[in-house]
Each structure stands twice: as C-alpha cells, then as structure tokens.
C-alpha cells in the first residue's frame, strides 16, 4: 500500500480488499511522521517537504480498524516503521513482522530497536552496499534477532528493467544464510514472477488503485489487475518449480515407449542372414531392441536372423539368434 492511502481510510480499506482479491497474503503500510524523520523544510524536493509529505502520512489512530479489517479479510497487514513510537504502538497489535527499507538501512540506532521485539524482518537491500547489509544484520543479530529475510532491491521509481538485477538473488544466497526476497519498483510484473525462479520466497510490490492518482507512490505501482497478473504468474512458477529429484511420471510412461526408438530394419533381412550394421536404422515406437551404441554397434550385427525380417521392422531380441 505504501502512501497510496492518499491519507484515506476508506482508500486504505479498498486497497486491502483489493490485495486480498488479488491473491495476496499480506498487505504493508508505512507507519511514519513527516515531521519526525525530515530534519529541514526543503521546498524544493518533494520526498523532503513536510507540507506534502503530511498529506500521505499513514494515521496511526487508523490502526486498529484497518488491522481487524485485515484480519476478517484473512490478510496479514504490517507496516514499516520510522520510528520508536511507531514501533511501540505497533506492538501494542503485536504485528507478526517488520520491514526496513534500503533507505533505512543506515539507521542503526532504529534498527535496533525494532530487532529487539524478536519479529522476523523484512531487510531491503535497495541502494546499499553488502557490506551495509551485513552492518545492519549485525545490528539485528545483536538484539538476538535471526528472523530476517533479505529482499533485492533497486532504489528507483520506477525501476528501469536493466538496473533490477535479479541475479543478486543468487549472490544473496551464497553470501547469506537467510533467505531471500525481491522489492520490486518496475512496471512489468515479469521480473517478479523471474524472481521466483531465482529463489526468492517473497514478493513485495506496490498497490495502486489507479496509477493516475496523485501522490508519490501511484506512478510505479501495480494496478490491482496486474497485480493479480503477476500472482498468477507467480502462483504457477512456484508450482512449475516442483521437486529437485528428476522423477518420470506415469503420464510421461506411454509418451515414452511411443515416442522412443528401436531398432529397425533398414532392408529386407531373409532368414538365415547374418546381419550387418548397414542393415538397420532406428525408429518409433520403443517395442524392441534399445538403440544403445553397443547393440546399435557390436550386438545386433554379426546375428543371424531367426525369421525373415521386413524393412521397417521393429526388431526384437527373439527375431536373432541368441537373446541378450
């Protein structure tokens, strides 16, 4: 959800329903105050005005409604938060989970804090350094805390599809011990859905419920259709991922024994005949001698022939003279 509230409760109640229809398994708010986490008044930058900031701020006497809205809809609402107050108020719901935005990432004394409620938490990556991730893993680690997942990110809004790297997932993944996620802020739902592929065992994108709307966070979120587009997609990679054992199906069995080869006779072989590699070829279906290099090669020629054998005959072992 982010800012995409636009500072209304009814919006933030129809953004929820809208995760929820769309086949999300939770929904995250940014629970912060312009005032508290902005050190100037900077007119010139949106991200550090307070008077435009404060229309998207996220009303933490909000909280209760939308968390036991959440909870009839049977979707997870949690939040990042900016500050101690945000996290103790939080609390008091006791919120299943954290996250920390890459922009966060720095804020160690914060940090802490929020690793020492014991909650897993969602660590964005998104414009830091690995030796910056692992700084703030210690920070949480140090409060005792090892429930964190870390989520690939690109701190651009939106994102250009040659700067996601998807494939410092599999970095992550040699480098850390914990698992892996994707932040992503591009307009395609393609790089989700790959992300999963990667490894990534969360997905974190932002909702709108039109693109068009003003505020910070509309112009690179996902309208709730494509946002259900790309669940889908990732729903069926998830289970087109299946087992790490290459297994052969019973549905695979009969493809198989049609779809294999024999070997066949190339020529009409009479009885009696000694046969020779230049008499035989390979063919569907997979009724006789397996066309392995040493029958192909070494066991089938030099055998005679019990029967007489038609060109294109699928030749088995009871056709020659001896069985292997």
């Known amino acids: 959800m982010g800012a995409n509230h636009n500072g209304s409760i009814k919006m933030a109640k129809n953004l929820i329903d809208k995760a929820k229809w769309a086949g999300a398994d939770a929904i995250k708010i940014q629970t912060w105050q312009a005032k508290k986490f902005i050190s100037m008044h900077n007119e010139k930058q949106e991200w550090l005005n307070i008077n435009y900031l404060k229309k998207y701020e996220f009303k933490l006497d909000w909280l209760e409604e939308l968390i036991e809205y959440s909870n009839k809809r049977k979707i997870i609402l949690f939040s990042t938060p900016s500050d101690y107050e945000d996290c103790d108020i939080l609390e008091e719901f006791n919120t299943p989970l954290y996250k920390w935005g890459g922009v966060q990432i720095t804020d160690h004394p914060k940090l802490k804090y929020i690793a020492s409620k014991g909650k897993l938490i969602l660590l964005s990556s998104g414009g830091s350094s690995i030796e910056e991730i692992k700084e703030a893993i210690g920070v949480i680690e140090g409060q005792g805390n090892r429930k964190i997942l870390i989520l690939q990110c690109t701190t651009m809004y939106p994102s250009e599809i040659d700067t996601i790297d998807l494939n410092v997932i599999k970095t992550f993944k040699k480098v850390f011990s914990y698992p892996i996620g994707y932040s992503g802020h591009s307009l395609s739902i393609f790089p989700a859905i790959a ?47 299946g087992s790490k054992n290459k297994t052969i199906y019973p549905e695979e069995k009969k493809n198989i024994s049609q779809g294999r080869r024999s070997i066949m006779a190339k020529v009409d072989i009479p009885k009696g005949t000694i046969i020779t590699q230049d008499m035989l070829d390979t063919a569907r279906p997979a009724s006789g001698i397996k066309p392995t290099l040493e029958n192909f090669e070494k066991k089938v020629p030099r055998k005679k022939a019990l029967i007489n054998i038609k060109s294109k005959d699928i030749i088995r072992w009871d056709m020659l003279n001896g069985t292997d």
């Open 195 to 241: 992300s999963v592929a990667l490894g990534a065992c969360v997905v974190e994108k932002h909702l709108t419920i039109n693109r068009n709307l003003e505020g910070p966070d509309h112009p690179f979120a996902m309208q709730p259709e494509e946002f259900k587009m790309m669940v889908d997609g990732i729903k069926i990679v998830e289970k087109a991922l």
